[in-house]
């Protein structure tokens, strides 16, 4: 993901072409023993939407190269509803940038902040190497900002795998 600039030659879908929204009803056996969301729980959910999300846009297989922390800014409970919306930020050659926003909905369809990660998803061929994935056409300011401060995000990546993390 070291690309800058969308290329436009290779430019095939929109952000709204791969967007998927999911909705879970949180259960007693999603609850750790503080009597909420289980994080290993959330955190599969996010990484099932980000795999919608990238084999919608690559139109194949792509598997989880990355994701950045999890911070759980409130606390989801039982019979709470837990929407994820996932999308499309980034592409390079074969891997893809994909934001995944999780809110706890309330009864009137209130929706509340409760994490945002980061994935990196990679393209993979029925041998399971990389491959090419289309370009990002981008529609909106605020694509056109996601796009820019991924180039940011990419090089803390790099940054942390290179110390080790």
Not at 36 to 60: E, K, N
Not at 86 to 101: A, C, L, P, Q, Y
Not at 120 to 148: C, F, N, Y
Request: proline share 2%; glycine share 8%; net charge negative.
């Amino acid at each position: 993901m070291t690309e800058t600039t969308p290329d436009v030659e290779r430019a095939e879908h929109t952000v709204a072409h791969s967007e998927t929204w999911q909705s879970y009803l949180v259960m007693q056996g999603h609850i750790n023993g503080y009597g909420r969301l289980f994080g290993g729980m959330l955190m599969s959910w996010i990484d099932q939407v980000a795999g919608i999300v990238a084999r919608r846009h690559a139109g194949c297989e792509a598997t989880t190269a990355a994701v950045d922390s999890l911070v759980f800014h409130a606390p989801i409970l039982v019979n709470d509803i837990v929407v994820l919306r996932g999308r499309v930020t980034h592409v390079g050659k074969s891997s893809m940038e994909v934001r995944v926003d999780s809110f706890r909905e309330e009864a009137d369809g209130t929706r509340h902040l409760v994490n945002r990660a980061y994935l990196v998803m990679v393209a993979i061929d029925s041998t399971g190497k990389s491959r090419p994935v289309p370009g990002l056409r981008l529609e909106t300011e605020q694509e056109r900002m996601e796009w820019e401060t991924a180039a940011r995000r990419d090089l803390l990546r790099r940054e942390r795998r290179a110390e080790g993390y």
